[in-house]
């Protein structure tokens, strides 16, 4: 006797290639979007990320949004913002379960728009938000990766944030630009 | 009836059974296998097309369809009488306020109750006396599980994947029960929320912290101090996007409510009271101000069983309580 089930999943991937935005050749010029989720210290290091991308690649001008809590989109005022001053961005911290995914989700959202972007994310979180970027059909979507001993919830000192800007800033710039 | 969903096909009952692990839709444990006729009745009791979109999780591209979710309803061994609550409960989830995205990936591993309030308590089953939180009642655990399986399947909640839950925890496995208001004389959940006492209505909030509150004191202002200083242990922080409807859930135990009615309390009462002292500013490592808005954001339910002096604090996620009215043909 055949038994018919029917399929409860609404199954996984767009099947669609995921189409990035052009990225300048030098991020001089350019305005950074920071859509920072405020977990714990990790605003400080967008900061200085920020800050020394200024001094050393001639950013033209920063555009930062702190979401209003860490798992959700960009209210539509901030997103309005993004759109209207950023022409590049970084999104993050991704060092929880839904701030992570949603924070891909961020940089994805950006890219669909036309700004370049990239998401810095924990290895504790890297299959999460692996998995976003195949839902969208970017399965190879590079993030940047920042990894223990420092704490994916992003607990850190003043001195460990600093640190981490200075480790990513090269990513970053990669990330960026073509 | 026709149905837009893929098809699997296997030899035999037991194959179709074990075929759906393999595919790796389960929570672990067995589930009915959802045919295409089981489905059909779960649908016409709902009285729902399959195509009825219940709502959307946008940061995963999802939509839940009614089909979908019969489904699953009938995988968590849901008879078809349940289908409005378990349609009731998912449209809840699914509010923009409820967070489905955030309160199903999170590192914290939030659970979800479903609270069940109206007549339908007695039509199907649903039960919220004695034991009500644990298993026995088929209502209960399988609308509950439906609810589940629906956050796993059709929200793309897999464990390792979307479901990024440190530990996780029980209850999301199952986790439904009725207000017992028959047991009291106090305002139902759902007449406080602005519905008629006539109306079926599903409350569903995020869990994020379970509290018990056993306080065996005879004093009423004991038991309600005993109930402020456990929340405060950990404190709830305000969420700017969650905004001033994050609210906490207070469910009274039969014994507490003994005590608390014969002094004269009502729901109304107990929420100005402890929302003072709820509120009042952080005073220690485990003495943390519990971020409301107003008394209006406690939410006390009654239900469980009597014999030991007892409530629970349902604490929430990054989320406020939803509630949709059972619709029934």
């Known amino acids: ?178 | 009836m026709t149905f837009a969903s893929d098809t699997h096909s296997f030899d035999s009952f037991e194959d179709a059974l074990e075929g759906q692990f393999e595919l790796g839709v389960t929570d672990g444990l067995p589930v009915i296998p959802p045919t295409p006729e089981r489905v059909a009745a779960m649908l016409v009791a709902g009285g729902v097309a399959g195509d009825t979109v219940l709502g959307e999780v946008p940061t995963r591209d999802v939509v839940v369809t009614a089909e979908k979710v019969a489904i699953n309803a009938v995988m968590a061994g849901c008879l078809p009488e349940y289908f409005p609550v378990v349609l009731a409960a998912v449209r809840a989830f699914l509010q923009p306020l409820g967070n489905a995205h955030s309160t199903t990936a999170t590192l914290a591993g939030a659970a979800h109750a479903v609270i069940v309030n109206g007549p339908i308590r007695h039509d199907i089953g649903v039960h919220g006396g004695q034991a009500c939180f644990g298993p026995g009642f088929r209502p209960n655990a399988t609308i509950g599980r439906a609810l589940r399986l629906v956050i796993r399947n059709v929200c793309r909640t897999v464990p390792g994947v979307l479901d990024r839950a440190s530990f996780s925890w029980p209850l999301r496995y199952s986790f439904c029960f009725a207000e017992d208001e028959e047991a009291t004389a106090w305002t139902p959940l759902h007449v406080k929320l602005g519905y008629e006492r006539e109306q079926s209505v599903v409350t569903v909030q995020s869990i994020m912290r379970l509290f018990q509150v056993t306080e065996f004191a005879p004093e009423s202002e004991e038991i309600l101090t005993t109930a402020y200083e456990i929340a405060r242990h950990m404190g709830l922080q305000r969420d700017e996007w969650a905004g001033d409807g994050r609210s906490v859930v207070l469910v009274i135990g039969p014994e507490h409510y003994r005590r608390l009615v014969a002094d004269g309390w009502t729901k109304e009462s107990i929420a100005e009271w402890l929302y003072p002292r709820l509120v009042a500013e952080t005073a220690g490592k485990f003495d943390q101000k519990v971020t409301l808005a107003s008394p209006a954001n406690i939410w006390i339910v009654t239900a469980g069983g009597p014999g030991i002096a007892q409530s629970w604090w349902f604490i929430p996620h990054l989320a406020t309580p939803t509630h949709e009215a059972v619709l029934l043909n």
């Not at chain 1, 055949?2 to 409860?8: A, G, K």
């Open chain 1, 1 to 178: 006797m055949t038994v018919v089930t029917l399929d409860p999943t609404t199954g996984f991937g767009s099947g669609e290639a995921f189409p990035l935005a052009i990225r300048p050749d030098t991020l001089a010029g350019q305005t950074l979007g920071i859509v920072a989720n405020g977990l714990g210290d990790s605003e400080s290091m967008f900061d200085a990320i920020a800050a020394a991308l200024s001094g050393t690649d001639g950013l033209a001008g920063i555009c930062k949004v702190v979401k209003h809590s860490v798992a959700v989109p960009p209210q539509p005022e901030q997103w309005q913002e993004l759109l209207a001053h950023a022409t590049v961005a970084v999104t993050g911290f991704g060092g929880c379960g839904s701030c992570s995914t949603r924070s891909m989700r961020d940089a994805l959202d950006l890219e669909a728009a036309g700004i370049p972007a990239v998401c810095i994310v924990h290895s504790a979180l890297e299959p999460a938000v692996r998995a976003m970027a195949r839902l969208v059909g970017a399965d190879n979507y590079p993030v940047i990766v920042i990894d223990y001993p420092h704490n994916p919830t992003a607990v850190w000192t003043a001195e460990e944030s600093a640190m981490l800007a200075n480790q990513v800033l090269d990513a970053v710039r990669l990330r960026l630009t073509r």
